[in-house]
C-alpha cells in the first residue's frame, strides 16, 4: 500500500493548483483567443453548411447524384459483362489478327506496286468512259438530225403493242 503523507498530499494540491492557474492564464493569451475564434467560425460554416444540406433542393440533388452513381456502376457492371462475353467468342482475336494481316499486306512491296497498277488501270478506264460519253452524245446528235431515235422510239412502241396482243 501506498501511504502518504499529510505533507505530500498538500504538495500535489500546490502543483495541481499551480497548473490550473498556468492552464486559465494560457486560456486567456490572444493566441487561444484567436484559436477559438477560427474555431467558432469554422463550427458555424459547418452548422450553415449542414443546414443547407437539410433544405429540400440539395437534399433531390443528393438523391440524383445517388441515382446517377448507380446507374453508372449499373452500366459498369453491364459493359464489364458484355467485355467478359466478347472474349469468350474469341471475336477480338481474330479481328487483331485480322489488322495485323491487313497491316502486312498494306505494308508490303507487293500491295504497292498492285495499288499504283489498280491506280492506273482505273485512270484508263476513266478516260475511256469519257471518251465513250463523248462518242454518245455525237451518236445522239446525228441521229437526232436524221431521225433515227424517233423511228427507234416508234419501233419499240411497236414492239411493246406486238407482245400485248400476242398475250392477250
Known sequence: ?????????????RHTTSDA???IRKL???????SLEKICKNTQGVKEMMESLREPEMVKNIDNM????????????RI???????KKTG??????????????????????KIMNELASAIK?????????IDEMKLTVDASKKSGLLYNVDEVGKEASNIYHALRE
Not at 502518504?4 to 500535489?12: N, R
Open 1 to 13: 500500500m501506498y501511504y502518504t503523507t499529510m505533507g505530500d498530499k498538500l504538495k500535489d494540491l
Open 80 to 86: 464489364e459483362t458484355l467485355v467478359i462475353e466478347i
Open 124 to 132: 484508263e478506264m476513266l478516260l475511256a468512259i469519257t471518251a465513250l
Open 28 to 34: 486567456g493569451s490572444p493566441e487561444v483567443f484567436g
Open 66 to 77: 445517388r441515382l446517377a452513381a448507380e446507374a453508372l456502376e449499373n452500366t459498369s457492371r
Open 21 to 23: 492557474v498556468e492552464i
Open 91 to 112: 471475336v477480338l482475336e481474330e479481328i487483331s489478327e485480322a489488322l495485323v494481316a491487313a497491316r502486312n499486306t498494306l505494308t508490303s512491296a507487293d500491295n504497292k
